[in-house]
């Protein structure tokens, strides 16, 4: 998966078709078309080279 950062905006590029299925799952979970949309929350900690992954909470 690409991520590019620019300013406030972070772009995730899918870079195989699994990648592509979970970004689309991710969409649909953040993104509610009849409701508010919820929020990505880190938690914890991600350094480089330490840390395997960075995780995030989904948030009302």
Do not use: H
């Not at 905006?9 to 009849?34: A, G, M, R, S, Y």
Request: hydrophobic share 40%; charged share 35%; with cysteine.
């Amino acid at each position: 998966m690409k991520i590019a950062i620019n300013l406030n905006l972070v772009e995730f590029t899918p870079e195989n078709e699994q990648e592509e299925k979970d970004l689309d799952e991710v969409w649909k979970v953040v993104v509610d078309c009849v409701r508010a949309n919820q929020k990505l929350v880190p938690v914890g900690e991600y350094v480089p080279g330490k840390s395997e992954f960075a995780r995030f909470a989904i948030e009302d």
